[in-house]
């Protein structure tokens, strides 16, 4: 079962940050490691602000005996711009 996540694990420590994370599946033929980098890489094509990411659980493919895809959920956090802040001010 995943552990609850606080903002400050995603480098949301500014006061009144607004902090949105979403859950994406990372994949690649070589390691854990660049599936990891690989959903980092393909949010940041579209997502700005990015903070921190929370590997929630990986998990591989194995063809005759070898592994040959890794997988991994990620949650993604990324600080939203504009619009008002836990305070309420613009």
Do not use: C, H
């Given at each position: 079962?995943?552990?609850?996540?606080?903002?400050?694990?995603?480098?949301?420590?500014?006061?009144?940050?607004?902090v949105?994370?979403?859950?994406?599946?990372?994949?690649?033929?070589?390691?854990?490691?660049?599936?990891?980098?690989?959903?980092?890489?393909?949010?940041?094509?579209?997502?700005?602000?990015?903070?921190?990411?929370?590997?929630?659980?990986?998990?591989?493919?194995?063809?005759?005996?070898?592994?040959?895809?890794?997988?991994?959920?990620?949650?993604?956090?990324?600080?939203?711009?504009?619009?008002?802040?836990?305070?309420?001010?613009?």
């Amino acid at each position: 079962m995943p552990v609850p996540i606080q903002p400050t694990q995603f480098g949301a420590e500014q006061q009144g940050a607004i902090v949105k994370v979403l859950e994406l599946v990372g994949s690649s033929p070589s390691s854990f490691s660049d599936a990891v980098r690989n959903a980092v890489t393909r949010a940041s094509q579209t997502i700005r602000n990015i903070t921190g990411v929370d590997v929630v659980s990986s998990n591989a493919t194995v063809e005759n005996g070898q592994i040959t895809n890794y997988k991994v959920n990620v949650k993604i956090a990324f600080v939203l711009e504009g619009g008002a802040d836990a305070a309420g001010n613009v």
